[in-house]
């Protein structure tokens, strides 16, 4: 299949790149940027905000949309609304217009109507486009990825070097990280598979652990069995994060903070079904 694959150069994008060539597909990656591109993979560079996807479509089979962002930037136009919900209705467009009905659309855990953090919020109105346009989609809704130097969990290892590492309000908050080579894999087999389509997954990994739980995990992994974790009430750092998130290089944001501190957790297995074997959580994060 020839795939289109939008965000093909980020933390994601690079896994699912490598699945997509071992399944034997031709592979065009959109990005501003061409770090991380591997040997055989065409590059388009573009920004999906404005380039045309039209002339991009031609000749593909199957989109994968993977372009997204953790943190807003206004002052650039970088916001949720317009990288989430804007740029897929773009894309949906496009697809709509050249007459191409096919998209694995990258979504996460936690997104739902009534969610809390702009992050999610703005995933949803996206989901909800793409599922009642024209074209067939499978919506992945992963939880935290893990593997290959996952952002999060190399935040997590820093942390784990201090003396005391500080945990979000008491630590209890339930996640299931599931690897990204797994998400990659699935995302690869779906783009052939032909019973899917029009259907949201949640994708989580094995295990359930609370934030406790993984800092001692992570902090165990670099020899520290017993790490002392100082657990910091949501009313110290919600207004740290707010005055912090103007700042260059500040660790957290408010939306962050918010989405860390509801479970991340799902119930939905139905991924097993095109990936049977799970990747545990051990010591590649
Ligand atoms: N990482 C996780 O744990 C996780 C969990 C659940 C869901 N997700 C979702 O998975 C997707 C990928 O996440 P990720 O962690 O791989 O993010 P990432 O590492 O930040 O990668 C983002 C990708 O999007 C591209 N991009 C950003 N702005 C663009 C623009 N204006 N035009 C064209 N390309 C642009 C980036 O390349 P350039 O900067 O070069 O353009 C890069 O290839 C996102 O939708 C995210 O919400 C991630």
Redesign the pocket.
């Known amino acids: 299949m020839r795939v289109l694959l939008?965000?093909?150069?980020?933390?994601?994008?690079q896994a699912v790149q490598r699945a997509l060539i071992h399944h034997g597909h031709d592979v065009t990656v959109?990005?501003?940027?061409s770090h991380g591109l591997l040997p055989g993979v065409q590059f388009e560079k573009?920004?999906?905000?404005h380039v045309d996807l039209g002339a991009l479509l031609a000749d593909i089979n199957v989109v994968v949309h993977?372009?997204?962002?953790?943190e807003e930037h206004p002052a650039t136009g970088v916001t949720f609304d317009v990288?989430h919900y804007q740029v897929t209705k773009r894309l949906v467009d496009a697809m709509t217009q050249h007459g191409l009905g096919r998209l694995i659309h990258?979504?996460?855990?936690g997104t739902r109507a009534s969610a809390r953090s702009h992050y999610h919020q703005s995933?949803w109105k996206a989901e909800e486009f793409v599922r009642h346009s024209n074209i067939e989609s499978v919506i992945l809704r992963?939880?935290?990825?893990f593997g290959g130097g996952?952002?999060?969990f190399m935040m997590v290892r820093n942390q784990c070097r201090l003396p005391v590492v500080p945990v979000p309000a008491d630590g209890e908050t339930l996640l299931q990280p599931v690897a990204r080579a797994d998400v990659a894999e699935l995302i690869a087999r779906l783009v052939t598979t032909e019973q899917y389509w029009g259907q949201t997954w949640e994708v989580g990994g094995t295990k359930r652990f609370t934030m406790n739980e993984l800092y001692r995990h992570v902090a165990a992994t670099q020899g520290r069995r017993h790490v002392p974790l100082l657990h910091v009430p949501l009313g110290i750092l919600f207004p740290m994060a707010r005055l912090g998130e103007n700042l260059p290089g500040f660790p957290i944001t408010v939306d962050q903070l918010m989405m860390l501190n509801e479970p991340n957790i799902t119930d939905d297995t139905r991924w097993h079904q095109v990936v049977e074997e799970v990747t545990p959580l051990d010591r590649d994060f």
């Not at 959109?30 to 940027?33: E, F, P, V």
């Open positions: 939008t965000g093909g150069t980020g933390y994601v994008g959109l990005a501003r940027h573009g920004d999906i905000r993977l372009v997204g962002i953790i990288m990258m979504s996460a855990l995933k992963p939880s935290l990825l996952a952002p999060f």
